[in-house]
């Protein structure tokens, strides 16, 4: 069964400083990778579509990466803003059409 | 504006009460999804619909129960055989299921506390 994780569980930066959010995955057949955003009490926002054919997506300051290979994904985010604060997760869809997500990262963004 | 709708935002259940989350969804997409979320856990998978009168069982089916008899609308009914139903629970969609599934999308949500 694939299992995703992502590591850190929180993290704080101050604004402006760019970060890089992580996500592995333990089976490399994926066929998509998907990235959220999370605000508290709140539904998830679709952020990036990867798919498997893609190495990467842009979107604004967000740049979404993916290795299959390695079984990793990285969400770049750009110049942070206090805006940006809120939890991240990804989804990994499998070529078995189901969708397994991480826990999240918590991200606070520090004016 | 297209979307999904879920309702109640909020909800409050005596035990041995059953109660049904509403989730509709004007983005005409044939496949929909439920999922539950707990404090420190990933989403898990409820149950989902390929298509109109077609549902399958996800990964915590039980004390659960579903329709989809219009293809806008995939209610969730949470039975009082379910054990901890206390959750945020939400409701997703996508163009179709399988490898053309494109973007899964979601509601804002709902919250069930059991009393």
């Known amino acids: 069964k694939q299992e995703v994780t992502q590591i850190p569980a929180a993290l704080s930066v101050p604004e402006g400083e760019n970060l890089v959010l992580n996500c592995s995955f333990t089976?490399?057949?994926?066929?998509?990778l998907q990235w959220f955003r999370q605000d508290p009490g709140k539904g998830l926002t679709s952020l990036l579509l990867?798919?498997?054919?893609?190495r990467e997506q842009t979107s604004g300051r967000l740049n979404a990466s993916l290795d299959k290979s390695s079984g990793r994904s990285t969400l770049y985010i750009a110049a942070s803003q206090p805006g940006d604060s809120a939890t991240y997760l990804c989804?990994?869809?499998?070529?078995?059409?189901?969708?397994?997500f991480g826990t999240g990262t918590s991200l606070t963004v520090i004016p | 504006d297209g979307g999904i709708t879920q309702s109640p935002k909020y909800l409050f259940r005596k035990e041995g009460q059953n109660v049904t989350l509403s989730c509709e969804q004007n983005?005409?997409?044939?496949?929909m999804y439920w999922y539950r979320q707990d404090p420190g856990q990933g989403l898990r998978l409820i149950y989902y619909?390929?298509?109109?009168?077609?549902?399958q069982k996800g990964d915590i089916a039980e004390g659960y129960s579903v329709s989809r008899e219009k293809k806008e609308s995939f209610p969730l009914t949470v039975t009082s055989a379910q054990k901890n139903p206390t959750a945020f629970y939400l409701c997703?969609?996508?163009?179709?299921?399988?490898?053309?599934?494109?973007?899964?999308?979601f509601g804002e949500g709902s919250r069930l506390t059991v009393l």
């Open positions: 089976d490399s057949a994926i066929y998509n």
């Open positions: 619909s390929q298509i109109v009168n077609d549902f």
């Open positions: 983005l005409n997409h044939d496949a």
């Open positions: 997703a969609s996508s163009i179709a299921f399988g490898l053309a599934t494109g973007e899964l999308f």
């Open positions: 989804a990994a869809q499998t070529t078995g059409n189901q969708f397994y």
């Open positions: 990867i798919q498997s054919s893609q």
